[in-house]
Each structure stands twice: as C-alpha cells, then as structure tokens.
C-alpha cells in the first residue's frame, strides 16, 4: 500500500485546512487508516484514526476541532482541521493497517503561526 498525503501548509492561529491521505495498492487489505503527527523535538503522537467500519478515536488535544473520514470507495482519508493552534505545527502522517499492513505516507507539514 502506498499512502500519499497534501494539504498542507502555513495557517494563522484560528485557521482551518484540510488534509487528504490517497491510498493505493493493496488496498483490500486496510482495516484501518489513521493521522498522526510529529512536532520538531519531539516524538510521533497519534492524531486520529479511523476503522473501515467508520469508528473514530481522537486524541484529546484535537477533539472537537478536528474531524477524521473516509471515502472507502475512493480509498482516501480527509482530516479537517479547524481552530487550528500554534501547537499543532508538526509534520502530519497517514498511516493504513491491516492484519499485515502497517504502511506511512511521506507526511505534510502543517504551520500555525501565532
């Protein structure tokens, strides 16, 4: 499975943008797909998740400004993102999993300047 992420890029503090994550390959074999994050210094924290049967997990820091979804049928994954804070500046990761899958796109940079 190869993951390809856009959607980045530089946003002032309240701002929203929208990153999409395109899946392609074996795709039959996700079971679920997920965003996480990595800020400069510091280590990969999950960001959202969600399952093929549309089952979503936020991590606490992003509830009730992100939204997590995915268009099965065009094996996409969108993560929308509002109110969007300096703290949220990191490179943005899809990730896909299945039974023998755990595959990462290149990851997108998303700035929130203050």
């Known amino acids: 499975v190869q993951l390809v992420e856009s959607g980045g890029g530089l946003v002032q503090a309240g701002g929203s943008l929208r990153l999409s994550c395109a899946a392609s390959?074996?795709?039959?074999?996700?079971?679920?797909m997920g965003w996480y994050r990595q800020a400069r210094g510091k280590q990969r924290e999950l960001v959202a998740t969600i399952t093929s049967g549309g089952s979503t997990n936020y991590a606490d820091s992003v509830k009730g400004r992100f939204t997590i979804s995915r268009d099965n049928a065009k094996n996409a994954m969108l993560l929308q993102m509002i109110s969007l804070k300096p703290e949220d500046t990191a490179v943005y990761y899809c990730?896909?999993?299945?039974?023998?899958?755990?595959?990462w796109g290149q990851g997108t940079l998303v700035t929130v300047s203050s």
């Open positions: 990730n896909a999993r299945g039974m023998v899958l755990d595959a």
């Open positions: 390959g074996s795709t039959f074999s996700i079971t679920a």
